[in-house]
């Protein structure tokens, strides 16, 4: 899993974390999270794309080795984009209840996850102010 390719997880750990996610399958169209809902589940992309969009808007398109929904599981808040097929998708789905597991088994995990959330976060934060 790309998420974890950079990280000093031991095979055992990887291993771990890799029977946590289910397969998913999705057709071009789908909607697999809705702005504003609550959130249960993290996704990380297997092949395909899917498009991020928030009130209408197109903020990013993502593919193979990317991930989406991890605001929603980390911060317990609602969802802050709808993320929408692009492409047929074969994504991995990690639903919270499985995450609290891993996040105490693996707390390593869980941080590596908050570290990337923040560069995100911190990215578009960048992408707003140079807009402005």
């Known amino acids: 899993m790309a998420l974890f390719a950079e990280s000093q997880l031991s095979p055992g750990e990887l291993e771990r974390i890799a029977r946590s996610f289910e397969p998913k399958q999705a057709s071009v169209?789908?909607?697999?999270?809705?702005?504003?809902?609550?959130?249960?589940?993290?996704?990380?992309?297997?092949?395909?794309?899917?498009?991020?969009?928030?009130?209408?808007?197109?903020?990013e398109e993502l593919g193979p080795g990317d991930f989406f929904g991890e605001a929603a599981i980390l911060t317990g808040g609602r969802r802050n984009a709808t993320v929408t097929t692009s492409s047929d998708a074969t994504l991995l789905?990690?639903?919270?209840?499985?995450?609290?597991v891993l996040e105490s088994e693996l707390p390593a995990t869980a941080e590596?996850?908050?570290?990337?959330?923040?560069?995100?976060?911190d990215r578009a934060d960048r992408e707003s102010v140079s807009e402005t």
């Open 29 to 59: 169209g789908t909607v697999l999270t809705v702005e504003g809902a609550a959130g249960y589940s993290f996704f990380l992309i297997e092949s395909g794309s899917v498009k991020v969009t928030r009130e209408g808007e197109v903020l």
């Open 93 to 100: 789905v990690l639903f919270g209840t499985e995450f609290r």
């Open 112 to 121: 590596l996850i908050r570290r990337k959330m923040q560069e995100r976060a």
